[in-house]
């Protein structure tokens, strides 16, 4: 038994708690996790808001070129105005959402985007496909693109193309 005793005041030695040096890197230790920790949080905290304006906009997109495709042919050359999807009260548009159209000046550089021909209208552009611009007249083809707005920030752009079938 005395062999015992001796045996673990060994490895207790003299010591009855912890010393303000071991409690204070202890705290400085759980603080720097912490803050790791809440930095972590905040970083996906705020991809989750940006993943979830992304996934509400190519909804959208998705939806009101649907809605175009679903339209009738308008030949009205060089640009043909279609319907938007509802909004308001009720409707599939969101709040602090808003959804703008590009005319035949936006095609000037294409395919890079003039959003100075952006309109409140969703437009379809005669399109020339063998040269990629815009046609004076109605070819069967019309070039859509869709373009949405956040809290009038743009979110995301989206072009597709309307056949005379």
């Known amino acids: 038994m005395l062999r015992l005793r001796k045996?673990?005041?060994?490895?207790?030695?003299?010591?009855r708690g912890f010393t303000l040096v071991e409690v204070l890197i202890a705290l400085a230790i759980l603080g720097?996790?912490?803050?790791?920790?809440?930095?972590?949080?905040?970083?996906?905290?705020?991809?989750?808001?940006?993943?979830?304006?992304?996934?509400?906009?190519e909804s959208l997109t998705r939806a009101q070129l649907e809605y175009v495709k679903s339209q009738p042919y308008n030949s009205t050359a060089p640009e043909a105005i279609y319907e938007k999807i509802p909004g308001g009260p009720g409707?599939?548009?969101?709040?602090?959402?808003?959804?703008?159209?590009?005319?035949?000046?936006?095609?000037?550089?294409?395919?890079?985007?003039?959003?100075?021909?952006?309109?409140?209208?969703?437009?379809?552009v005669?399109?020339?496909s063998a040269n990629c611009t815009a046609a004076e007249d109605d070819t069967g083809l019309q070039i859509v693109t869709?373009?949405?707005?956040?809290?009038?920030t743009r979110v995301l752009t989206t072009t597709s193309y309307k056949v005379n079938s």
């Not at 959402?97 to 379809?124: A, F, M, Q, R, V």
């Open 146 to 152: 869709v373009i949405i707005y956040h809290g009038g």
């Open 91 to 124: 409707g599939l548009i969101p709040d602090d959402y808003l959804i703008k159209g590009l005319g035949e000046d936006g095609y000037i550089s294409y395919p890079i985007i003039n959003y100075l021909g952006e309109t409140d209208d969703i437009l379809g």
């Open 32 to 57: 720097i996790v912490a803050v790791a920790f809440l930095s972590a949080l905040a970083t996906a905290s705020t991809a989750l808001i940006l993943a979830d304006e992304r996934t509400t906009a």
């Open 126 to 128: 005669a399109w020339n």
């Open 7 to 15: 045996f673990c005041q060994a490895f207790i030695g003299s010591s």
